[in-house]
């Protein structure tokens, strides 16, 4: 079964509009970590963000947000006032205990920012 | 200088080559991965490397072959490939291995067999 389910494959939008990935997980550990990442189009994938499971407080950094749910095991990234800069695919990864901290990857969403 | 470059970016190769794919990262971290990013595939962990020492080889063909002389630099030698291992290969480095420490990533290498 995936651990990690990002069931958006693709998503359209224009410039300036607001933009949600969804990111579904799934663990048995009560302590685990998620982890959102970029990948633009020259290859290298670039942190975002990690969360631990105690905290589910919602994070804000500039034009981005993560919206933390424990009750429907979601992790979701939004992005608003969306830009062209902001085409990329997203990956949402998991690591936990029992895989001994290894990030498992979601399958990832490609966006793309329309002017 | 880039925290973690890999090279070359771009590599074809027929299935009776032996060719290497280079890694080197700039960041003073302890521990090195090789993954493998196919098509509509979820990212693969092939090999983890922590103070130089391999901790991880999640079941990957002995067709691909990895080296680590140091704690910045991280080979993986190919030989006897298939066209199914086209893919693109990243290197990752973190600060030490498991303890959901971030991962820098290279651009990647691009590989192609024909």
């Known amino acids: 079964a995936q651990k990690v389910t990002q069931a958006q494959t693709e998503i359209s939008v224009v410039e300036k509009e607001d933009v949600t990935l969804d990111c579904v997980y799934e663990?048995?550990?009560?302590?685990?970590?998620l982890f959102w990442y970029k990948q633009p189009p020259s290859g290298e994938l670039v942190f975002l963000i990690r969360r631990n499971s105690f905290d589910e407080q919602n994070e804000i950094s500039g034009r981005y947000s993560w919206n933390f749910q424990k009750s429907t095991s979601s992790f979701n990234f939004t992005i608003t006032a969306s830009q062209v800069v902001d085409s990329a695919v997203y990956f949402c990864?998991?690591?936990?205990?029992?895989?001994?901290?290894?990030?498992?990857w979601g399958a990832g969403t490609k966006l793309i920012i329309k002017p | 200088e880039t925290g973690v470059t890999q090279t070359p970016r771009h590599l074809v190769m027929g299935m009776t080559n032996k060719k290497s794919l280079k890694c080197e990262q700039h960041l003073g971290h302890n521990a090195m991965y090789w993954y493998k990013q196919s098509a509509k595939k979820p990212l693969e962990l092939m090999f983890v490397?922590?103070?130089?020492?391999?901790?991880e080889n999640n079941s990957v063909p002995s067709r691909f072959s990895p080296e680590c002389p140091n704690s910045s630099h991280l080979f993986l030698h190919l030989h006897t490939l298939q066209p199914e291992d086209s893919a693109l290969y990243l290197c990752?480095?973190?600060?030490?291995?498991?303890?959901?420490?971030?991962?820098?990533f290279g651009e990647g290498s691009r590989l192609t067999v024909l």
């Open positions: 490397y922590s103070l130089e020492e391999r901790v």
């Open positions: 663990t048995r550990d009560t302590t685990y970590y």
């Open positions: 990752a480095s973190s600060q030490a291995r498991g303890a959901a420490g971030e991962l820098f």
């Open positions: 990864a998991l690591s936990e205990v029992d895989s001994n901290y290894q990030l498992i």
